[in-house]
């Protein structure tokens, strides 16, 4: 059933509104340059539930189609034109199951949801269709209709539930008007066009996901349990032979071989009640005031027992998040098809349900990611990203000239910061005296670990507290090797200045060109920052305003790499699927003939992409190729 609904319904009962065929449809559309698109579905996950409704319209005529009796393929041209805008809200949702359901795949997208997050980037405001009615339109959306499509199967659909679906495509059009001036007001075209675009890409990752072997997966979660028991033992071995400690040791519990191993314990603490431990550990130390915050980072240094009990923390964790609870997540083709959010507030894309970038860079987990018989994995992730923006950024002499010579850059800016520490710490085969290269003398790796610290801490705004936990020194001596490093690196302490005093002087901050993307601090507001509260709000907003340029930059790149990567899959027809992203690097499954042309290919679709924004041509590409999923 086709239902034609005009403009002049406005939530009236059925009579308002028209039959008409499919035919109608097309004939309507098919000359339109700009649709609203949007689907009603039986569930969330795509794998499995059905598109239920689909609507499609402009202003003045909206369509309602019930996908359970029609079929949308005579719409396929127009979904799959690329000179028609299509207006959704969440593309990748409606995407997904348009794909699954209708073996279509839309192009020509404009996301009002994207779109709202480039123009609003940092602001609290709320971002769902329902929140961008109220803030456009002055009108209150009854979501309460839409909850009634879940679950639904063969009942026809009630007249207000049509009124939802058609109304819904009106707000699409009506929205995306009414964003453009601001668009426009603060020179985001570029960055919106961006992010529009990109939505394919993840849309497609997200569709083709990533194939899991549930058997490895399992071995792998039981060793990891075992390693946790056995960390635990050695707690309980750490608590008896201190004697500060006597008050936890209760007496040996006799068993036989029927007792619970558990009652053997001699210690009388629950290892995983933050609240037991914490008394525990503050009998070592008295200002503890807390198990998971940084000073357990900070003392695990210098007492065995709380870095043996961190070590006991980060195995749980990865039992938690990476044994059963993680194969939650497994739909029924055995395959990973996480979310992707693909704007943060520095532009940067993180992922849920699950979360796949936070995967352990631990290849083991990794490697359980299959590419299917006859396919490869093939990944490209560009080398040093955001190093090479902070040198372009700062045109700082040296690190570009290290760059550009193939020099080992943290040694080299070791080099600078130690002066004769490091001149005087190299062994007869050092590589970097031979070569620049990085070198494997002991003295050097400590020294430049000191330093790479601090060169990738630039990007995120670190300081002396974050530096010395890291590298397990003072906050005097952390805040005497920044200032050294500040020496060594003037054009680099002038570039951030620059960028964090921008911040400060107006609220908000922007990325390299061409796409200038913008994040607002909305904190910020003129006033005088002179009391300790405010001091404190101005200093998370230098420290933002220094690395959002950084991080987004790098973000820009690889989703504009995404771009031209689908691009070429679709136009050209090559036998390569995108499957996943991890901030630089994007992944792909391609199949074993193809598999030198692709990985020529990707390294230059990366290269190109970078050169729109490092402009120096020093930002380059690795390509790697693996049977499975590798960092």
Wanted: proline residues 3%; glycine residues 6%; neutral net charge.
């Amino acid at each position: 059933m086709i239902s034609l609904i005009d403009n002049t319904i406005d939530g009236l009962p059925a009579s308002h509104y028209q039959l008409g065929t499919i035919d109608d449809v097309v004939n309507y559309c098919k000359d339109k340059t700009v649709l609203g698109v949007d689907t009603e579905t039986e569930g969330l996950d795509f794998t499995s539930k059905k598109m239920i409704m689909f609507q499609i319209g402009d202003e003045d005529h909206q369509f309602v189609i019930d996908t359970r009796v029609v079929s949308i393929e005579p719409l396929r041209h127009i979904l799959e034109s690329r000179d028609i805008v299509k207006i959704f809200h969440n593309a990748k949702f409606d995407y997904k199951f348009i794909k699954k359901w209708g073996d279509i795949s839309c192009e020509g997208i404009y996301d009002t949801f994207l779109t709202e997050l480039v123009i609003s980037c940092g602001k609290s405001l709320g971002y769902g269709l329902k929140d961008l009615c109220k803030r456009y339109l002055n009108v209150e959306l009854n979501k309460d209709v839409r909850n009634q499509f879940i679950g639904l199967t063969g009942q026809p659909f009630r007249s207000d539930q049509i009124v939802y679906g058609a109304k819904d495509v009106e707000y699409l059009c009506k929205i995306k008007n009414l964003q453009q001036p601001d668009i426009d007001k603060f020179k985001l075209q570029n960055v919106v066009d961006l992010e529009n675009q990109a939505v394919l890409g993840f849309a497609d990752m997200e569709y083709n996901g990533l194939h899991l072997d549930v058997l490895e997966w399992g071995k792998l979660e039981q060793g990891n349990l075992d390693g946790a028991h056995k960390l635990l033992e050695e707690l309980d071995i750490m608590v008896q032979e201190d004697v500060r400690l006597n008050d936890f040791v209760m007496k040996y519990v006799q068993g036989d071989m029927f007792t619970p191993v558990e009652e053997l314990r001699k210690i009388d603490v629950k290892w995983s009640s933050p609240k037991q431990v914490l008394k525990l550990l503050q009998v070592l130390v008295p200002s503890l005031d807390n198990v998971n915050g940084k000073q357990m980072y900070k003392y695990r240094f210098k007492l065995p027992l709380i870095d043996k009990y961190v070590k006991y923390k980060e195995a749980m964790k990865l039992c938690t998040s990476y044994g059963d609870a993680f194969l939650k997540n497994l739909a029924g083709d055995n395959k990973i098809h996480t979310n992707f959010h693909q704007i943060l507030d520095t532009g940067r894309v993180s992922s849920s349900k699950p979360n796949m970038q936070q995967i352990p860079a631990d290849n083991r987990f990794r490697n359980c990611f299959t590419a299917p018989s006859g396919w490869s994995f093939v990944s490209a992730d560009y080398s040093s990203q955001e190093l090479n923006v902070i040198a372009f950024g700062s045109k700082d002499p040296v690190w570009i000239n290290a760059l550009k010579n193939g020099e080992d850059l943290h040694s080299t800016c070791a080099e600078l910061v130690y002066g004769e520490l490091w001149m005087n710490s190299g062994e007869d085969d050092c590589a970097y005296f031979k070569r620049k290269g990085k070198c494997n003398c002991p003295s050097h790796k400590k020294l430049r670990t000191n330093v790479k610290t601090i060169n990738f801490g630039l990007a995120y705004g670190m300081g002396p507290n974050k530096l010395g936990d890291t590298l397990n020194i003072s906050v005097d001596d952390a805040k005497l090797l920044i200032e050294k490093y500040f020496q060594a690196f003037p054009a680099i302490q002038g570039f951030l200045d620059k960028l964090g005093n921008f911040g400060k002087k107006y609220g908000y901050i922007k990325t390299f060109p061409p796409y200038n993307r913008k994040r607002w601090f909305s904190n910020w507001y003129p006033r005088i920052w002179d009391n300790k509260s405010s001091m404190m709000e101005l200093g998370s907003i230098e420290r933002a305003s220094k690395n959002t340029p950084i991080q987004g930059a790098s973000a820009d790149m690889t989703k504009k790499a995404l771009i031209l990567m689908r691009e070429y899959i679709q136009t050209v027809g090559v036998p390569v699927k995108l499957v996943m992203t991890v901030h630089d690097q994007i992944d792909t499954i391609c199949a074993n003939d193809y598999v030198k042309t692709w990985t020529y290919t990707m390294k230059k679709i990366m290269e190109d992409a970078a050169l729109e924004i490092v402009t120096n041509g020093l930002l380059k590409a690795e390509v790697t190729v693996s049977k499975c999923w590798e960092k």
